[in-house]
């Protein structure tokens, strides 16, 4: 065990306990992060006695390149130390009031400390006291746990839960990063608890989501979600994606799983999380655009303009940022079927370069849903689209090399157009605008500026303005 305490930080924090009297342990996410082998540093330390004495304590013994922060209303103190994060706070005892996930704090023992942790496995602590350097103390079978992979509450799940319902996402989240198992009793009582999730906070709520989207297989977590009733009170419109409906012996398929492949398949090629989230987000307008037509089946149509239209509402709800990074997504979910769209009709080189003038730098990211979007079961049907996309992805490449219209602005602007016929801003400026731009993406004129001189003479003139 003392091998595991590689960190020579230890060894002054159980210098500094001992001049204090105080007992001193290593304790939680740090704790289980050993024996799950996932290195980290950020070291939470609990004493028994007072956080910040003992912070004061580690700083003098540090000298000028710890940097001390002290939390007085807390009771906590940081310590920054080349790079590592040390959090020190004394052992509390905790109780909760019904309205609130705010507890009650009381000073206490080391077992009260545990006592109030979400799960057996963040519940362990390993004493930095000299006399019992190393031990560890595991009074709930967190190790057991650990080795077979189960998340479960120390004590009554309802009332771990219930006290602060942040715990049941936390809990989800751990399951889905870990690939853990959620214990019978505990997964029952997020099934009882689901409706005290609405005392969270949104942004405590997204930042679960968001550690959830960031694993390697994103579903987990979802489908957890899903079956204990918790997506439909945080994410009502991903939750009613789910389901299958049949008519004349017709189905469509059910677009939550569909969405689930999508984003894991994605999660295999990007970090990248807003991609992510566009993934997740890409059919969210398809409920409100289910049809049944008697000759052709299910349609969806334009559900991806309603489901970009959505996204500002949802944006919004969730406190996500609604500057650049919402208009990325609303991008993605707008294309996320034209490249496709492009492989059935025709692929002229003229809505090729209307793609890539739509998309822009995110081009390669739209392809990389796109491709994640065939989830198709039939493995001849899901390997010839995949063909046709690289042939579409090949286009990409040979005509930005030509025509260069990716970032493309049209060689005349509106100023320009306004002073050279003496015009205030009015709808003929945007026509004749629109029209030189839609010619250069037709491929009528090149993308240059004396082309688009002419065109724009010849264009005035038709309209009498010259
Ligand atoms: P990660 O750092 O990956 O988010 P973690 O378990 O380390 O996971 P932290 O938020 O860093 O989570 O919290 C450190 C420890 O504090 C946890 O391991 C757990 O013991 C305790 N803890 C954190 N949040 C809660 C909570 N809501 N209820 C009970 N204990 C908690
Ligand atoms: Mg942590």
Redesign the pocket.
């Given at each position: 065990m003392q091998s595991y305490l590689k960190n020579p930080l230890f060894k002054t924090l159980s210098t500094c306990a001992d001049e204090l009297g105080m007992e001193c342990y290593v304790?939680?996410?740090?704790v289980?992060d050993i024996f799950l082998k996932r290195p980290s540093n950020?070291i939470?330390v609990v004493v028994v006695g007072s956080g910040i004495t003992m912070a004061e304590q580690v700083k003098k013994a540090l000298g000028k390149q710890a940097n001390l922060a002290v939390f007085k209303n807390f009771g906590t103190a940081q310590i920054k130390y080349k790079d590592t994060e040390i959090e020190l706070v004394g052992a509390r005892r905790e109780s909760y009031t019904r309205g609130s996930r705010k507890p009650i704090v009381e000073d206490g023992t080391l077992q009260d400390d545990q006592n109030?942790?979400?799960f057996t496995i963040?519940?362990l602590a390993i004493c930095l006291n000299q006399d019992r350097y190393g031990a560890l103390l595991d009074p709930f079978g967190g190790i057991t746990d650990i080795e077979n992979k189960i998340i479960r509450t120390p004590l009554d799940p309802d009332i771990t839960f219930s006290d602060?319902p942040?715990?049941m996402l936390?809990c989800i989240r751990f399951a889905t990063q870990l690939h853990f198992h959620i214990e019978d009793k505990t997964y029952q009582s997020l099934i009882t608890n689901k409706e005290r999730i609405k005392i969270v906070s949104i942004e405590r709520i997204v930042e679960e989501l968001n550690?959830i989207i960031k694993s390697p297989k994103p579903s987990i977590g979802f489908i957890l979600l899903k079956k204990t009733g918790l997506l439909a009170l945080i994410l009502p419109e991903i939750d009613a994606l789910s389901g299958v409906e049949t008519i004349n012996g017709k189905s469509h398929k059910d677009v939550f799983y569909h969405t689930l492949e999508v984003l894991d398949k994605l999660a295999t090629k990007t970090d990248n999380v807003w991609l992510r989230w566009a993934a997740l987000f890409h059919d969210v307008g398809k409920p409100a655009t289910k049809r049944f037509d008697k000759k052709i089946g299910w349609t969806f149509h334009n559900h991806n303009y309603i489901g970009e239209r959505m996204l500002t509402h949802i944006f919004k709800r969730l406190k996500l940022p609604m500057g650049e990074q919402m208009r990325y997504v609303q991008k993605i979910v707008t294309l996320h079927m034209r490249p496709i769209a492009l492989v059935e009709e025709e692929i002229t080189d003229s809505a090729v370069r209307r793609l890539l003038f739509e998309a822009g730098d995110d081009i390669d990211d739209l392809m990389i849903l796109c491709e994640a979007d065939i989830t198709s079961k039939n493995e001849a049907k899901a390997q010839r689209h995949l063909q046709n996309l690289q042939i579409v992805r090949q286009k990409l490449k040979d005509i930005e090399q030509k025509d260069h219209v990716r970032n493309f602005q049209p060689p005349i602007d509106g100023k320009e157009i306004m002073e050279l016929f003496n015009l205030p801003p009015c709808a003929e400026v945007g026509t004749l605008k629109t029209a030189i731009k839609d010619a250069i993406l037709d491929g009528i004129i090149p993308n240059e500026y004396d082309a688009a001189y002419s065109f724009m003479m010849q264009k005035a003139k038709e309209m009498g303005l010259s």
């Amino acid at each position: 065990m003392q091998s595991y305490l590689k960190n020579p930080l230890f060894k002054t924090l159980s210098t500094c306990a001992d001049e204090l009297g105080m007992e001193c342990y290593v304790i939680g996410g740090f704790v289980r992060d050993i024996f799950l082998k996932r290195p980290s540093n950020d070291i939470d330390v609990v004493v028994v006695g007072s956080g910040i004495t003992m912070a004061e304590q580690v700083k003098k013994a540090l000298g000028k390149q710890a940097n001390l922060a002290v939390f007085k209303n807390f009771g906590t103190a940081q310590i920054k130390y080349k790079d590592t994060e040390i959090e020190l706070v004394g052992a509390r005892r905790e109780s909760y009031t019904r309205g609130s996930r705010k507890p009650i704090v009381e000073d206490g023992t080391l077992q009260d400390d545990q006592n109030r942790r979400d799960f057996t496995i963040n519940a362990l602590a390993i004493c930095l006291n000299q006399d019992r350097y190393g031990a560890l103390l595991d009074p709930f079978g967190g190790i057991t746990d650990i080795e077979n992979k189960i998340i479960r509450t120390p004590l009554d799940p309802d009332i771990t839960f219930s006290d602060d319902p942040l715990r049941m996402l936390r809990c989800i989240r751990f399951a889905t990063q870990l690939h853990f198992h959620i214990e019978d009793k505990t997964y029952q009582s997020l099934i009882t608890n689901k409706e005290r999730i609405k005392i969270v906070s949104i942004e405590r709520i997204v930042e679960e989501l968001n550690k959830i989207i960031k694993s390697p297989k994103p579903s987990i977590g979802f489908i957890l979600l899903k079956k204990t009733g918790l997506l439909a009170l945080i994410l009502p419109e991903i939750d009613a994606l789910s389901g299958v409906e049949t008519i004349n012996g017709k189905s469509h398929k059910d677009v939550f799983y569909h969405t689930l492949e999508v984003l894991d398949k994605l999660a295999t090629k990007t970090d990248n999380v807003w991609l992510r989230w566009a993934a997740l987000f890409h059919d969210v307008g398809k409920p409100a655009t289910k049809r049944f037509d008697k000759k052709i089946g299910w349609t969806f149509h334009n559900h991806n303009y309603i489901g970009e239209r959505m996204l500002t509402h949802i944006f919004k709800r969730l406190k996500l940022p609604m500057g650049e990074q919402m208009r990325y997504v609303q991008k993605i979910v707008t294309l996320h079927m034209r490249p496709i769209a492009l492989v059935e009709e025709e692929i002229t080189d003229s809505a090729v370069r209307r793609l890539l003038f739509e998309a822009g730098d995110d081009i390669d990211d739209l392809m990389i849903l796109c491709e994640a979007d065939i989830t198709s079961k039939n493995e001849a049907k899901a390997q010839r689209h995949l063909q046709n996309l690289q042939i579409v992805r090949q286009k990409l490449k040979d005509i930005e090399q030509k025509d260069h219209v990716r970032n493309f602005q049209p060689p005349i602007d509106g100023k320009e157009i306004m002073e050279l016929f003496n015009l205030p801003p009015c709808a003929e400026v945007g026509t004749l605008k629109t029209a030189i731009k839609d010619a250069i993406l037709d491929g009528i004129i090149p993308n240059e500026y004396d082309a688009a001189y002419s065109f724009m003479m010849q264009k005035a003139k038709e309209m009498g303005l010259s």
